[in-house]
């Protein structure tokens, strides 16, 4: 296969745009996701901090081991109750009511 195969190749493949950034162009989708990715890293970036700031107050990877932890139990037992309530309660209020869920975990 020639280099300029391999180019002519390439160029069509970045010309064709993958199905899924259609749904880029809708606004209210586009709006959704990105309000969805900036609450998605501030999620992560609180759990960086709360780890950098316990390491900074104790200097012990046994306290940032422990909180971390700790900070998991929650959400890990709501995630539990949560999957039990979506087998049973169907349809799109469910995922809106999960969104209100992982926000009250993050306390």
Do not use: E, Y
């Amino acid at each position: 296969m020639s280099s300029t195969t391999v180019l002519a190749r390439a160029r069509d493949l970045i010309k064709r745009r993958p199905a899924a950034l259609d749904l880029l162009r809708q606004h209210d989708f586009r709006n959704f996701w990105l309000s969805n990715a900036g609450s998605d890293l501030g999620d992560h970036l609180r759990f960086v901090a709360v780890a950098w700031l316990v390491l900074q107050l104790t200097d012990s990877v046994l306290w940032v081991g422990l909180i971390l932890g700790i900070r998991a139990l929650p959400t890990t037992a709501l995630a539990l109750f949560g999957g039990a309530v979506t087998d049973v309660w169907t349809g799109g209020r469910s995922s809106s009511s999960h969104a209100r869920l992982w926000r009250l975990s993050a306390f």
